[in-house]
């Protein structure tokens, strides 16, 4: 039997799912762009939330990519990236060079580059 985890008040849609090594990521649908429930991580065996009280730019995420070195990267429509390397939080947004803080896409390409779009 499939179990369910969601919180009250969350929408149970997910719109971007990334495995990364220890985890896995499910980010809210952009339909729930109001609501802002932040990213989850599943180890396996327990379910992390994580939201701007624990260490994430902004609770409502869009694109989520992994980086050939593992770490996740977060896209937001209004503040920039965030990455996560499992360990600590780096923020980029148009104070430290993005040319946007309204991120709607991203990839790796093949050479370990960033692209944001």
Known sequence: MAKTFQLANEY???NSIAEAPGGTY???PTAARSRG?????YDGKIW????????LQFDEIN?????PDGAIWFGSEVSGV???DGKSWTYYTTDNGL??????????????ELWIG
């Open 12 to 14: 149970p849609n997910v």
């Open 26 to 28: 499910g980010l809210p």
């Open 37 to 41: 429930v932040g990213v989850y991580r």
């Open 48 to 55: 992390n939330h994580f939201r701007q009280a624990n260490g």
């Open 63 to 67: 694109p989520v990519v992994v980086a």
């Open 82 to 84: 965030s990455r996560y």
């Open 99 to 112: 040319p946007e803080n309204d991120i709607r896409s991203m990839a790796f390409a093949p050479d370990g």
